[in-house]
């Protein structure tokens, strides 16, 4: 329930429903697209067509395009001024402190 609180590393968050965030429902209804956990996509993480490499990306980013998978749109961890759905990211999978998961879907 909203308002509830949720235990993480013995630091305690606020948690809401999934429907306080309605602003963010996509056209088709779908909700929480952005903002619990980033998600992982097949991806490999390289630049954009046009991308210049200049700091801080020099270091931060270009050693891993090609050599890690995309991460979108953000976790509850991330400022909301970051956490959009074309926001990308990439970490290595072994990593337990971005708050990553994944989507499913349902095929018929």
């Not at 509830?4 to 809401?16: E, F, I, K, P, T």
């Not at 306080?20 to 954009?48: K, L």
């Not at 270009?62 to 400022?79: C, E, I, M, N, Q």
């Not at 759905?85 to 879907?105: H, I, L, M, S, W």
Request: proline letters at 7%.
């Amino acid at each position: 329930a909203a308002g509830a609180l949720a235990a993480l590393d013995a630091v305690r968050l606020a948690c809401s429903e999934v429907a306080d965030h309605a602003d963010g429902d996509s056209a088709a209804g779908c909700r929480q697209m952005i903002g619990n956990v980033w998600e992982w996509t097949e991806s490999p993480f390289y630049p954009f067509p046009g991308y210049t490499i200049d700091f801080p990306y020099k270091e931060y980013s270009a050693p891993w395009f090609g050599y890690r998978k995309v991460l979108k749109g953000g976790s509850w961890a991330t400022r909301p001024r970051f956490a959009y759905t074309t926001q990308r990211n990439y970490f290595p999978p072994e990593r337990n402190d971005v708050y990553a998961g994944f989507r499913t879907c349902a095929i018929d």
